[in-house]
């Protein structure tokens, strides 16, 4: 609940701020105010002994502020927001308890559909190039950048039929995941839509607590405003 509140917070006082500052001035309003960006999303690295299926699913919302540089198409933003990744698991379970090391294991039901899901606090920097100075909402736009992340919450969540009907089994556990997130980002694109990649540069798991599993992500980012 601490953690939901800063975030609130944090994005009254972003919001705010930004709107603040754009009704003082004459610059143009802020391009790619609004990312949305819809992921599909897999784990490099992970050993043989880990069975994932179907696709991985990755959802972020970002507020960011451009900062334009002057005589150029170039520009700089930062901003916040909240990223997710749920990865499926195929006839696999994982066990955070009674280990100093997590475990993937047979499953103990038989799940439909099992998943492991990180929430991340996350605050994005970009290096944007836009072709359109006059409205940036359209033309070729291209940016690269890095993304950081602190973790909220983690949880896996397997769903079975029992006596007719579905159930859910939810665990909810931060152990052995690496409380931070560091992604290199890069997008390109035309008006407000572009395809995005972000692969992160530590694991996923802390060292000695579990694979060294690398997360990443590719697809559909939304932006404008």
């Known amino acids: 609940m601490k953690a939901l509140r800063l975030l609130v917070i944090g994005f009254m006082a972003f919001t705010n701020a930004t709107f603040a500052q754009s009704t003082t001035t004459s610059e143009k309003p802020a391009s790619d105010f609004l990312m949305i960006q819809l992921g599909i999303d897999g784990w490099a690295g992970k050993p043989d002994s880990i069975h994932t299926t179907g696709v991985g699913k990755g959802l972020n919302v970002y507020l960011c ?22 990865i499926y698991l195929d006839n696999q379970e994982v066990r955070f308890s009674d280990t100093s090391f997590v475990k993937f294991a047979g499953e103990t039901k038989n799940y439909s559909k099992y998943k492991l899901t990180t929430a991340y606090f996350e605050a994005p920097l970009e290096l944007r190039y ?17 993304r950081i992340g602190t973790l909220l919450q983690a949880h896996t969540k397997g769903v079975y039929s029992s006596s007719g009907s579905k159930t859910a089994d939810k665990v909810v556990s931060k152990r052995f995941l690496d409380t931070w997130r560091f992604a290199a980002t890069a997008r390109v694109g035309y008006g407000n839509f ?15 607590s579990g694979p060294d599993i690398t997360p990443y992500s590719v697809g559909l980012c939304i932006s404008g405003l």
């Open 194 to 208: 572009s395809l995005f990649v972000a692969y992160n540069l530590n694991t996923l798991f802390k060292a000695g």
């Open 130 to 146: 836009f072709d359109n100075n006059v409205n940036k909402n359209k033309g070729f736009k291209a940016a690269i950048g890095l």
């Open 65 to 86: 502020k451009n900062y334009p540089l002057k005589n150029s198409k170039l520009s700089f933003a930062a901003g916040i927001g909240i990223g997710s990744s749920s």
